[in-house]
């Protein structure tokens, strides 16, 4: 797949990540998954809409997609985030066999209140997957993913910070 198509379909990410709100204290964050060129599933954080912890972008993409096809595996999908999936979205990832996983913004790019703790990591978690067919790469508009989100040295008042 081209870097142009993954960039048509993180801006689909984008827009779907702020259709409720930009505001960086509600972490929004947007999902796409892609199966053979077409989305199968946009999906933002409902976190806060659905009063559920696991509402990630990811989870409920994830879960979308799976309705849509009638098939809890997603062979050969292309999962899309603006944001590098924290742990859990990771290891769903993972389970849910897409075939690749791109996001926009790194940990590194935005403010640790994303991120449930402080070392496992995205990519060691895909490295050590007993999975062969799985690919990730970060980075694709990461200054516009970034700019989504608080960044690294930015002070978001503690209330929003979500992870502690
Ligand atoms: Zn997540």
Redesign the pocket.
Not at 56 to 59: L, S
């Given at each position: 797949m081209s870097s142009l198509e993954d960039e048509r379909f993180m801006r689909e990410a984008m827009r779907v990540a702020t259709e409720r709100s930009a505001d960086p204290s509600v972490s929004p964050?947007g999902c796409v998954i892609v199966k053979d060129g077409q989305i199968i599933a946009t999906e933002r954080n409902r976190v806060e809409d659905d009063h559920d912890p696991t509402a990630?972008?990811?989870?409920t993409a994830i879960r979308a997609a799976g309705a849509k096809l009638q098939d809890p595996e997603l062979r050969g999908a292309v999962l899309y985030s603006t944001l590098q999936?924290?742990?859990?979205?990771?290891m769903a990832s993972i389970w849910s066999k897409v075939g690749r996983v791109v996001f926009g913004a790194g940990r590194e790019d935005v403010h640790r209140m994303y991120f449930e703790d402080r070392h496992i990591d995205t990519m060691q978690f895909i490295e050590d997957a007993y999975r062969h067919d799985l690919t990730i790469e970060g980075g694709v508009l990461r200054a516009e993913c970034a700019a989504l989100y608080y960044g690294p040295h930015d002070h978001p008042p503690l209330e929003e910070q979500g992870n502690l």
């Open positions: 964050i990630h972008a990811e989870i999936p924290c742990g859990m979205c990771t």
